[in-house]
């Protein structure tokens, strides 16, 4: 468990929200008014922004000054932030800022991937590519990658005109591309679907993840639940 002092701030935070927000229904939505969340310890979210720099350095060639680019802080600030919690001078990113490296990471997978295929395989035989509109926004040779980022930006999968693989993926996957859509609707906040998910700001990142070393899967429960809270404020909203 985290330091109690930030344990019993997430709580009021999220006792508040409950009680103030008036188009979400707690107990319909999760059964009582504050489940037990898991909560990260310092060194747990120091462990994971480790995990997802050494990612961007192996796959994405990523250098410190470029994450420190990318944080937005120093390169010391960004040094600090992967020193053990116990280390004189080690700071706690923000989840925010996490979440948004960890994205960078899973993108720089992707890229690594499209690097190389085997002879006589051509390039288009094994794209997926994710529409949103009429406009391309990705081409990708991991179909749960693809219908993941889909999930992510409202947008729709599907395969190369040339690629004719039939994969059908996991329960899992399909579970966690489930959450992802209702996650990036538009009417659902972090702290929504960290509340249903019973888990923190910093865990609430890899809820549903593409990455299955880095993910931390969904019920079906709570996919249905925040399937739930976002219908009910489509309909409050008069969201088409």
């Not at 909560?39 to 420190?68: F, M, P």
């Not at 923000?94 to 899973?106: F, I, M, N, V, Y």
């Not at 702290?191 to 019973?198: E, G, L, Q, V």
């Not at 880095?214 to 009910?232: D, G, L, S």
Request: charge should be neutral; proline fraction near 3%; hydrophobic fraction near 35%.
């Amino acid at each position: 468990m985290l330091e109690k002092s930030r344990d019993k701030a997430l709580r009021r935070r999220l006792e508040r929200l409950a009680r103030q927000d008036p188009d979400w229904d707690w107990d319909e939505a999760t059964g009582d008014l504050l489940p037990d969340i898991r909560v990260s310890t310092h060194q747990e979210v120091r462990d994971h922004y480790i995990a997802v720099v050494d990612v961007l350095k192996r796959y994405g060639r990523w250098s410190s000054q470029q994450i420190a680019d990318f944080l937005g802080v120093s390169r010391q600030t960004s040094y600090q932030y992967g020193f053990k919690s116990d280390t004189r001078g080690a700071r706690l990113i923000p989840a925010e800022k996490l979440d948004a490296l960890q994205a960078a990471a899973l993108a720089a997978i992707d890229a690594d991937l499209k690097r190389g295929f085997g002879p006589g395989v051509t390039p288009e035989s094994r794209t997926w590519q994710v529409f949103v509109g009429t406009e391309l926004r990705l081409e990708t040779f991991d179909q749960r990658y693809a219908e993941s980022q889909a999930a992510r930006l409202g947008g729709v999968c599907w395969p190369h005109n040339d690629n004719k693989r039939q994969v059908e993926l996991s329960a899992d996957d399909q579970l966690c591309i489930e959450w992802l859509t209702w996650r990036h609707a538009g009417l659902i906040s972090k702290t929504d679907a960290a509340y249903i998910a019973k888990v923190d700001e910093y865990l609430e990142g890899r809820v549903g993840c593409e990455n299955l070393r880095w993910r931390i899967m969904p019920t079906a429960e709570q996919v249905r639940a925040i399937a739930r809270v976002h219908k009910r404020r489509e309909a409050k909203h008069g969201h088409a």
